[in-house]
């Protein structure tokens, strides 16, 4: 199983970012999938997942913001990040189910 992030990256505040995340060796379709974020100092928190059904949920601070979608052809998830601000800045990582990819860097500053 690997799952390989990308999309990173510094950007200024009210810029965006698209962040992707690839996965092989796994059935992808079946799982609910998600992005976490872990700041400096911080515990990891979720931040947006979609079910296999294309259900979604988002922590209250990207609502609006954030959209998170997947392609069960392409085995990729991705998250659009618009409107960012440096409390977004954290690495970001995908999960497949229990799966974890190895986390890419965002950072919001002018």
């Known amino acids: 199983v690997q799952l390989q992030a990308s999309g990173g990256g510094l950007v200024q505040p009210g810029g965006s970012l698209s962040l992707s995340c690839s996965a092989s060796g796994l059935m992808f379709s079946i799982y609910t999938v998600g992005w976490y974020r872990q700041a400096p100092g911080k515990q990891r928190e979720l931040v947006a997942a979609?079910?296999?059904?294309?259900?979604?949920n988002y922590i209250d601070s990207v609502k609006g913001r954030f959209t998170i979608s997947r392609d069960n052809a392409k085995n990729t998830l991705y998250l659009q990040m618009n409107s960012l601000s440096p409390e977004d800045t954290a690495v970001y990582y995908c999960?497949?189910?229990?799966?974890w990819g190895q986390g890419t860097q965002v950072t919001v500053s002018s």
């Open positions: 979609i079910t296999s059904g294309g259900n979604t």
């Open positions: 999960i497949v189910g229990t799966k």
